[in-house]
């Protein structure tokens, strides 16, 4: 008796065929292979949510030990932890937020503040290539060496995300089996640049056999996975690298194909384990390091990071923020793609949410980042949140139906009719939110102790990254994400990987420059701090 597998997105429903082996599958892989990838964001180990489906008819068992899973309105099975069974037909619905089909909200816009000399590279060169790669996206621009003009760009989600969400979870999956460093590579290079490098080329109308060189800038793991080197050794004490120095390679060392013989892939140079190519790219195109200080440069993407300079001196620091800011892990967390909630204003008496969605769209998919630092503050500011991050009790009685309680708390009703269901935000998204947010509070608040200033004393704040371009300040700095400082103390400047890797390709005096900070930054392990604990406790409230 065969199995029958009936899927149903927001796209509509359709018969999936199935071979025999695909019955030994989790359900998340088998319909990776069918071309419906999920978010599998911790890798398909259980702990996200990212891939959640429902049942709707038919028998599901649970691939942890065997028991059967009955149809129900639960839209919040784990796909990564079921398989299909034999014999039986299954109906499964997929939310939209767990589909991995949306378009990025990628940044490829950044601000340079340095000077910058047209003496490129690789002087051979009529066009070069320089790229971002970061944990969950990717960003190429192409650019005409003679005038340093931008002639091409395309952006795309890193490949590498269907094998999980952050760099500790790839990591691991390079200690348990030595054959996923290959995997890994082929899904940044193969999959993701070599795509973008066509794109681009398109765009600008040249063949790929005219761009020579490119350069690139990432964190200290995705370098290593796309150089092909194992990046086991970063996630253990002592958290030693195989390289940070500038590395150059043909591209079909690394997969790629473009250029002629002599075409090369720099890997720019970064300073530590956790704070990468991509700081010290950073470093330079905001012009911080010929900058008195103090100053601070922090990006707050899929990793937290942070450096300041006061002086001559340069420290710098990685924060265990986790993805909760990409919405991994959260009850109707997306990351910023086209139908997320991405501004939230609230009104406590009568309560009433406004919300303005990426792309206009009528019925949202979720929640992302930038919404959930609005409702921290906002939430805090109507009295709907107290300090604690629980709702108030007065609010939970006036809101009625809208504050519902199931197994793993109370939550919020923010949107009756979001594509998959009403949107909601939980008193346990809050506290992942809390995390987060004093994770990176605290490295803030340690790296200045370290040296002695203030946060008062700041002149300028860098705030880095697709995050921080679409993050209210004030929000930001209501909420304590970014304690003590104004909004007239923060610079907003984009990509500014994607700007350092422009940089060192118009400009060969500026990637001398990137090697000589990374060998003068100090790398800070917070958690051998005394006091980054105490402080981190401390901003796990609301202001």
């Known amino acids: 008796m065969s199995t029958r597998l009936h899927l149903e997105t927001p796209d509509g429903r359709t018969e999936i065929g199935l071979a025999p082996g695909d019955l030994r599958l989790p359900l998340s892989e088998l ?14 180990r259980g702990l996200c949510g990212g891939c959640e489906v429902g049942l709707r008819a038919g028998t599901l068992r649970r691939t942890t030990d065997g028991a059967a899973v009955a149809p129900s309105a639960d839209d919040r099975l784990r796909s990564c932890q079921l398989r299909l069974v034999e014999g ?24 340079i503040n340095v000077p910058w000399a047209s003496d490129p590279l690789d002087p051979a060169a009529r066009i070069g290539a320089a790229v971002d790669v970061g944990t969950t996206t990717v960003a ?24 999980g969400e952050d760099v500790l979870t790839r990591i691991q999956m390079c200690y348990q089996n030595p054959a996923a460093v290959a995997q890994l590579q082929h899904a940044v290079a193969v999959e993701t640049i070599q795509p973008l490098l066509v794109e681009a080329c398109a765009e600008a109308k040249i063949a790929v056999s005219e761009v020579g060189v490119m350069t690139v800038a990432a964190n200290t793991t995705m370098q290593h996975l796309l150089a092909g080197v194992d990046p086991s050794p970063l996630g253990v004490h002592p958290f030693q690298p195989v390289f940070l120095e500038h590395r150059q390679y043909a591209p079909a060392e690394l997969g790629l194909a473009f250029g002629g013989a002599g075409a090369k892939v720099h890997l720019l140079p970064g300073p530590a384990a956790y704070v990468g190519a991509d700081l010290a790219a950073g470093i330079i195109a905001t012009g911080m390091l010929y900058h008195e200080g103090p100053v601070l440069l922090v990006d707050v993407g899929t990793n937290g990071e942070i450096i300041a300079k006061v002086g001559d001196r340069l420290v710098g620091c990685a924060t265990a923020a986790g993805p909760a800011f990409e919405g991994a892990g959260l009850t109707s967390g997306t990351r910023g793609v086209k139908g997320a909630i991405e501004r939230i204003t ?30 921290l503050w906002e939430g805090r500011r109507a ?23 199931d197994e793993y708390g ?6 009756a009719r979001g594509a998959s269901g009403p949107v909601w935000i939980s008193e346990v998204d809050i506290a992942r939110l809390l ?52 909004p007239a103390q923060i610079q907003v400047v984009g990509n500014t990987s994607l700007g350092g890797a422009f940089l060192a390709l118009n400009d060969r005096s500026l990637l001398a420059e990137m090697s000589s900070a990374c060998t003068r930054l100090e790398s800070v392990e917070l958690n051998l701090q005394p006091g980054f604990e105490d402080a981190y406790i401390d901003q796990l409230m609301l202001p």
């Open 383 to 405: 009295g709907i949140v107290q300090d604690n991050g629980r709702f108030a009790d007065d609010f939970v009685k006036r809101a009625g139906a809208l504050v519902q309680a």
């Open 346 to 375: 609230l009104h406590g008496d009568p309560f009433a949410a406004e919300l303005g969605v990426i792309g206009n769209v009528a019925r949202p998919i979720g929640i992302c980042g930038s919404a959930y630092v609005d409702f």
């Open 410 to 415: 109370r939550k919020l009703q923010l949107h």
């Open 140 to 163: 190429l621009l192409l650019s005409e060496l003679a005038t340093g003009k931008v002639v091409g760009e395309a952006s795309a989600f890193n490949a590498q995300i269907r094998f």
């Open 88 to 111: 039986g037909d299954a109906t499964v619905t997929v939310p939209a937020r767990s589909l991995l089909k949306h378009e990025p909200a990628v940044v490829a816009e950044f601000k």
């Open 435 to 486: 995390q987060a947010k004093a994770a990176i509070a605290a490295g803030i608040n340690t790296l200045l102790g370290l040296l002695g200033v203030s946060a008062a004393s700041v002149k300028t704040l860098y705030l880095a990254g697709g995050f921080g371009l679409h993050l209210s300040l004030e929000h930001a700095i209501g909420c304590g994400l970014l304690p003590g400082f104004t």
């Open 31 to 44: 319909l990776a292979h069918r071309g419906h990838p999920l978010n599998t964001r911790c890798g398909g």
